[in-house]
């Protein structure tokens, strides 16, 4: 496959599964630093695609942390999470799995399909950090993932910082493209987080 077509075929999915969207007003600026770990544990050291953001959020840090972690009502509050679902029982905890999938609209390169996501927790600190590692795949698309998040309390609220790396043959077709793209994905992220927080603290 050439690489303007591996490149297209990573383009047009993510774009049209809305990780594209220009993140909304508000969103979290990235903030170049040190790596963020969980643990001692950071995110994958050789991977040329990576980003990170970080927001405060004016909401207690037991309200934040349940968001993050209920996984299977990200739907409620994520607009691009169209299911979630815990791969055992139990808290969540390191080995704790869960999946979940984002639409991807027919395109030119693939028909449409859904963006499969495998989400396994490495290292977690309650209250603290999360490390999680997986695949995310569609069809003619494969991705594979490291996702930190730390939180802090501080007056006022929490401090969230996020942080990712992705690998894999299309994200590595053009690496600026693919940086953007997954920039973008965290703002909205953090933007929904604090929106959703912070209106159950209202």
């Known amino acids: 496959m050439s ?7 990573f383009t047009v999915p993510l774009a049209l599964a809305g990780v ?3 993140a909304p007003a508000g969103a979290a600026t990235p903030r170049p630093g040190p790596s963020l770990t969980c643990q001692g544990k950071g995110v994958e050291s050789k991977a040329v695609v990576r980003a990170h953001a970080e927001t405060v959020i004016d909401a207690p840090l037991s309200t934040v942390w349940k968001l993050q972690t209920d996984v299977e009502r990200w739907p409620g509050w994520q607009a691009h999470v ?3 679902d815990r791969l055992g029982q139990g808290p969540f905890r390191p080995g704790s799995a869960f999946r979940w999938t ?3 609209p027919p395109n030119p390169v693939t028909p449409a399909t859904s963006l499969d996501i495998t989400s396994t927790v490495k290292q977690l600190k ?4 999360i490390r999680w590692t997986g695949p995310a795949t569609g069809e003619g698309l494969h991705i594979d993932g490291v996702h930190v998040w730390s939180f ?3 007056r006022g609220g929490v401090v969230v910082r996020t942080e990712e790396t992705h690998t894999g043959e299309q994200v590595e077709a053009n690496v600026p493209f693919a940086t953007g793209i997954l920039q973008q994905g965290l703002d909205a992220w953090l933007v929904e987080l604090k929106t959703a927080a912070e209106a159950r603290s209202c």
């Open 3 to 9: 690489r303007a077509r591996t490149a297209a075929l």
């Open 20 to 22: 594209l969207a220009a």
């Open 82 to 84: 169209t299911s979630a």
């Open 102 to 104: 984002t639409p991807v």
């Open 126 to 129: 309650a209250g603290s950090c």
């Open 152 to 154: 802090t309390k501080v």
